[in-house]
Every structure is written in C-alpha cells, then in structure tokens.
T-cell receptor
Framework: EAQVTQNPRYLITVTGKKLTVTCSQN?????MSWYRQDPGLGLRQIYY???????DKGDVPEGYKVSRKEKRNFPLILESPSPNQTSLYFC????????????FGEGSRLTVL | SQQGEEDPQALSIQEGENATMNCSYK?????LQWYRQNSGRGLVHLIL?????REKHSGRLRVTLDTSKKSSSLLITASRAADTASYFC???????????FGRGTSLIVHP
C-alpha cells in the first residue's frame, strides 16, 4: 500500500531534549516536505527536499533541521525543542516538484513542556 | 507565506444541501489544488486544476477557477455527514511549483 509513515504519532517532551520525527515513503517520490499545523494558521512549510541530498528552507525553518540521505526517508530534527514548537506536524511527498498531488502522513502531535 | 485564503472559515449545512467554499489568491498560479482533512488526520488530495483550466469534476465535487479574479470555488453537491472535514486550497506559483496552503474552511454537515 502506498503510504507516508511518520513516527512517533504522539510525543510529549521537555524543553531542550533533542528529538527526531521520522518520515518514510514507499512510492519512490523525489519531493518530500514537512509542515506544521497550528490553530488559525493553517499549514506552514518548514523544510522541503527536491531529491536526495537536496533540501531547502520553507516558511518557518527556525529551530528545525532535516536531512535527505536516502530517497525514502526525510527526518525532522528538533535539536533543542521549545514550547513554541508544540504543534501537529505533517510529512508529505509527491512524485516530483510540480507534479501536483501531495501524499500526507497521518501526523505527529508534539507537545514541548 | 500563505498565498491562498479560503472563505468562509466555517460552514454548517444540513445533509443533502450543497456546500460551496472559495479560495482567493494573490499572484498568478501554475496549479490550484483542493485537499480534505478529517479532524487531526493527514490531508487527502481531492482535485487539481491547472491555470489554463476553468472547471473540473470528480464525483460530487466541482471545482472552478477564475484566473481573472484570482479565485477558485469547490462545490460539494448533495453533502453527507461524512463530508464533515476541513478543506484547504493549495496554490503553486512561478518556477518553484511548491504548493502553499491556506487556513482552510471547516465544514460541518448535520445528519
């Protein structure tokens, strides 16, 4: 089954404790992206990747890192989480930039205390 | 930065009625997409309309695009309680082709 898998789905952590949210897709997609969703603000793009070893900042990259060492994986790293990073995070992928349909993971709800 | 803005923010209707939501954007687009999100779940792609298209249909969904007004509408005909969800438009512009999402319309369909 074609899917985008995120882990963990739920996480409560404390300020400053490094964490990684994994994202994996099984569709051989070139383009992958991370979004955060906050009430009243919709989806905002954090980082995106056009292909392996190619990543770029979205609209709200501060406090986040990403890597794309393999085509299928695109982890989101919070080196020193802060309470303002409490949010619902989504990973998405598409065949390539400009091909339209994004496939989304089920989301990772992160709470930073 | 958010390119598209949906209107209304919230919509409440009875089962069987039609639901119309709109998306306005600021700069010329390549494509406009509509997505659906059930509460707290991942977004699901509904339909894509290209800048040179004016109307597309998919089942009970009808999407129109008016590039002169920089707006699009999503019509759901004969709505069902299962259509209760948030609906987002996403636009991509210029050479980036990277979709930017609006804040969404929350639709409630009462049985």
């Amino acid at each position: 089954e074609a899917q985008v898998t995120q882990n963990p789905r739920y996480l409560i952590t404390v300020t400053g404790k490094k964490l990684t949210v994994t994202c994996s897709q099984n569709m051989n997609h070139e383009y992958m992206s991370w979004y955060r969703q906050d009430p009243g603000l919709g989806l905002r793009q954090i980082y995106y990747s056009m292909n392996v070893e190619v990543t770029d900042k979205g609209d709200v990259p501060e406090g986040y890192k990403v890597s794309r060492k393999e085509k299928r994986n695109f982890p989101l790293i919070l080196e020193s989480p802060s309470p303002n990073q409490t949010s619902l995070y989504f990973c998405a992928s598409s065949l390539s930039r400009g091909t339209g349909e994004l496939f989304f993971g089920e989301g990772s709800r992160l709470t930073v205390l | 930065s958010q390119q598209g803005e949906e209107d209304p923010q919230a919509l409440s209707i009875q089962e069987g009625e039609n639901a119309t939501m709109n998306c306005s954007y600021k700069t010329s687009i390549n494509n406009l997409q509509w997505y659906r999100q059930n509460s707290g779940r991942g977004l699901v792609h509904l339909i894509l309309i290209r800048s040179n298209e004016r109307e597309k249909h998919s089942g009970r969904l009808r999407v129109t695009l008016d590039t002169s007004k920089k707006s699009s509408s999503l019509l759901i005909t004969a709505s069902r309680a299962a259509d209760t969800a948030s609906y987002f438009c996403a636009t991509d512009t210029g050479g980036s082709y990277i979709p930017t999402f609006g804040r969404g319309t929350s639709l409630i369909v009462h049985p």
